[in-house]
C-alpha cells in the first residue's frame, strides 16, 4: 500500500476535477473548487482513496456513493477517442508539433474533446506531454517532438 501513495498523489487531484466538472466546467485556480474538491477527499478513507483509483470494467473509474464520486468513463488517446466505437483518427503529436502552428493544435484538442464528450468519456488518456528523447521509446509519435518550446506550445 505505501507504493501506491504517489500515484494517489497524481491521480486523486484529477479525479476530483473531473467530477467537479461534470456539473459545469471548473475555473481555473477556483478557491470554490478547491474547497468542494477537499470536502468530497475528507469524506474519503485511504482505502476509498485507493480503491477509486483500481478502476473497473476495464475503462472506468469506480464510483463511491458515500462521497459522491460518480463513475468516471476513460478513453485511450490522444489521436482520437480510440475506445467505444468507431472514430475519427488524428494526426500523431509529432506531426501536429511539426505544423508549429498552436491554433491548429488547439482546433484538433477542441475536436477530439467534442468527440469524448459526444461519447460520455470524462477521461482521455492523451496527449502524451513529453519530450521525445529516446528513439526506443514506442510512444514518442504521441509527443510534440524535442524541442522543449515547440511542446510546450504544442500542448497547451
Known amino acids: 500500500?505505501?507504493?501506491?501513495?504517489?500515484?494517489?498523489?497524481?491521480?486523486?487531484?484529477?479525479?476530483?476535477?473531473?467530477?467537479?466538472?461534470?456539473?459545469?466546467?471548473p475555473?481555473?485556480?477556483?478557491?470554490?473548487?478547491?474547497?468542494r474538491a477537499n470536502d468530497l477527499l475528507t469524506k474519503l478513507t485511504l482505502e476509498q482513496k485507493i480503491d477509486l483509483i483500481g478502476g473497473e470494467d476495464g475503462m472506468f473509474i469506480r464510483s463511491e456513493s458515500t462521497a459522491g464520486f460518480p463513475s468516471l468513463k476513460m478513453s485511450d488517446g490522444p489521436m482520437g477517442?480510440?475506445?467505444w466505437g468507431p472514430s475519427v483518427a488524428y494526426t500523431s503529436g509529432i506531426a501536429l508539433?511539426?505544423?508549429?502552428?498552436?491554433?491548429?493544435?488547439?482546433?484538433?484538442?477542441?475536436?477530439?474533446g467534442a468527440d469524448a464528450r459526444?461519447?460520455?468519456?470524462?477521461?482521455?488518456?492523451?496527449?502524451?506531454?513529453?519530450?521525445?528523447?529516446?528513439?526506443?521509446?514506442?510512444?514518442?509519435?504521441e509527443y510534440f517532438g524535442e524541442d522543449p518550446l515547440l511542446a510546450a506550445r504544442t500542448a497547451v
Request: hydrophobic share 50%; no cysteine.
Open 118 to 141: 459526444a461519447r460520455g468519456v470524462h477521461i482521455l488518456l492523451g496527449p502524451g506531454v513529453n519530450i521525445y528523447r529516446a528513439p526506443m521509446n514506442g510512444r514518442n509519435f
Open 1 to 25: 500500500m505505501r507504493s501506491l501513495g504517489p500515484l494517489l498523489v497524481l491521480m486523486l487531484p484529477a479525479l476530483v476535477a473531473v467530477t467537479l466538472s461534470r456539473a459545469q466546467a
Open 27 to 35: 475555473v481555473p485556480d477556483s478557491a470554490a473548487i478547491e474547497q
Open 81 to 83: 477517442v480510440g475506445t
Open 97 to 112: 508539433a511539426a505544423a508549429w502552428d498552436p491554433e491548429l493544435a488547439k482546433r484538433v484538442g477542441s475536436s477530439i
